[in-house]
């Protein structure tokens, strides 16, 4: 069985959603942020990096949220939750999903927390406000990727989907938020409507009622 440490709407999201898709059996393991339990010497013995998320299947100890979404998908291909090897939505898969955490992720991070770039405070503020048109930017894009299609890779929902959606969430207080945008406010209102992601909003608690 698979275990999960996780915190609620953390980088453990895209995970749980994955797992929930999967229909398997996992369980949740919280590690309380709120008291930095992700730093302890228990969860740095698993995860070094002292971070969140951390997957535990049988004897491989796995961290990064984006490899762990990956490696669930491949270990149970009959979901269809990653493309087949060889064709070519595989390859715009490993696109999407290197975007969605290197670029997006990575300029959502510097978006909430500049102060771990300059002991500046005004500068820290100026970083955020420049985040907002570089994050728009990047929501530009992909709304405009949307626009023909139902999902970010191929005919059926995939992990990129699931990752999207959790980041979706926490640039909901950008100034202009994934549901500014139509295409993607289409795309997300669906996907909010999927039973894996309504589960784990519920076990999480987040209210869908904004993609409604």
């Known amino acids: 069985m698979y275990k999960l440490y996780y915190y609620p709407l953390n980088a453990s999201m895209a995970p749980h959603f994955v797992l929930e898709a999967l229909n398997v059996d996992f369980e949740l393991i919280l590690v309380d942020r709120k008291r930095n339990a992700q730093k302890s010497a228990e969860y740095l013995a698993l995860n ?24 669930l998908a491949e270990s149970n291909p009959a ?15 490993f696109q999407w999903m290197m975007y ?4 997006l992720q990575a300029e959502l991070m510097l978006y909430f ?3 771990k770039h ?6 820290a503020l100026e970083i955020t406000a420049a985040q907002e048109a570089r994050l728009s930017a990047i929501l530009q ?3 405009t990727e949307l626009s023909q299609r139902d999902f ?9 989907d699931f990752f999207l ?16 945008f139509d295409n993607l406010s289409r795309y997300l209102c669906r996907l909010a409507r999927h039973s894996a992601i309504i589960n784990v909003c519920n076990k999480e608690g987040l209210s869908l009622e904004d993609y409604q």
């Open 48 to 71: 070094p990096a002292g971070r969140i998320p951390t997957l535990i299947d049988t004897e491989l100890v796995l961290f990064e949220s984006a490899a762990i979404c990956i490696h």
């Open 79 to 93: 979901t269809n939750l990653i493309p087949a090897l060889g064709c070519n939505d595989r390859a715009k898969f």
């Open 100 to 103: 969605l955490t290197n670029t």
């Open 113 to 115: 927390y500049p102060e």
């Open 118 to 123: 300059t002991d500046n405070k005004q500068a």
């Open 141 to 143: 894009l992909l709304d």
């Open 152 to 160: 970010l890779v191929g005919k059926q929902v995939t992990v990129c």
């Open 165 to 180: 959606f959790m980041l979706a969430i926490w640039a909901d207080e950008l100034k202009q938020p994934p549901l500014a």
